[in-house]
């Protein structure tokens, strides 16, 4: 399966790269160690409660948006037999992945800075610094309208937040889900203006949340401002949209993560920048 995925994300991203540049937010091609979190939490979902785990790393190339990732892994409960959610960057994808009856989320943050203390142990946490990106542009001019998405394979439902935050404070927080994709690859976008707008929704995003700097709600129509970012943060979920366990286990594959150009330019190339895969694992395939 993971050659699968690495085949058809290489095809899209080389038919893309051929007429335009993306801005690169994370390629995936700067390793990262598995972290693994065995111990369940009080069953909320805050990740600085003590019983999550993170990780940091930096690099001095462009692969990475402000040269610095942050990573973090949490079981919120338990499953069967030695239950643990785990998080991993390694060649060229980002993998989460929860056994058998466990609920986990795991985190990636991109804000410029490395949050030092996360070595990969119990009592990791993630201080997000909201204006460390300095202002990127992700529409390049205006170039770019949306980020592309790619669903390979999904026998349950799961949720991905994407939480990206302004310079001036502002923050949106859109919840995607990803449903049952048995067949060929889905491909849909996510377009900037559900950010800058605070809506409307799409076919693929459950919520769209938005705040001022004083963490006040904004009213539909005021966002952010996609031209002017300080930093992105990515939550993965177990839950499905019924905030329910949808699969027995949860595999979750991340190629590469790229703004696009208009949907319609995203269709003509046929391309698919964001790859998941989801799949629900009986307890004896577990390693």
């Not at 990206?164 to 859109?174: N, S």
Request: proline residues 2%; contains cysteine.
């Amino acid at each position: 399966m993971n050659n699968k995925i690495a085949a058809l994300t290489g095809v899209a991203l080389m038919a893309f790269n051929a007429s335009a540049s993306a801005v690169t937010i994370d390629l995936f091609s700067v390793d990262q160690a598995q972290i693994i979190d065995t111990v369940a939490g009080a069953g909320d979902r805050d990740f600085n409660d003590g019983s999550a785990v993170s990780s940091s790393v930096s690099t001095g190339g462009t692969s990475i948006l402000g040269g610095n990732r942050d990573l973090g892994v949490d079981m919120v409960t338990g499953g069967f037999g030695v239950p643990n959610s785990n998080i991993v960057v390694a060649g060229g994808s980002l993998s989460f992945n929860t056994t058998s009856g466990t609920d986990g989320m795991g985190i990636v943050q991109w804000d410029g800075g490395l949050d030092f203390g996360n070595d990969g142990t119990i009592g990791g946490h993630l201080d997000l610094d909201i204006d460390g990106l300095g202002g990127v542009d992700l529409t390049e001019g205006g170039f770019h309208t949306a980020f592309g998405v790619q669903t390979l394979f999904s026998d349950g439902n799961f949720s991905v937040n994407l939480n990206i935050y302004d310079m001036t404070g502002q923050a949106a927080f859109v919840t995607l889900v990803a449903s049952e994709v048995t067949g060929a690859p889905l491909s849909s976008s996510i377009e900037f203006d559900t950010f800058q707008d605070c809506g409307p929704l799409e076919a693929t995003v459950l919520s769209v949340v938005c705040f001022n700097a004083d963490g006040d709600p904004l009213k539909n129509g005021l966002g952010i401002d996609m031209s002017n970012i300080g930093a992105i943060e990515l939550v993965i979920n177990s839950l499905g949209a019924a905030g329910s366990l949808q699969n027995l286990a949860l595999d979750l594959t991340l190629d590469s993560l790229e703004t696009v150009p208009e949907p319609s330019s995203l269709a003509l190339l046929g391309l698919g920048l964001i790859g998941f895969s989801a799949a629900g694992r009986a307890k004896s395939k577990k390693s």
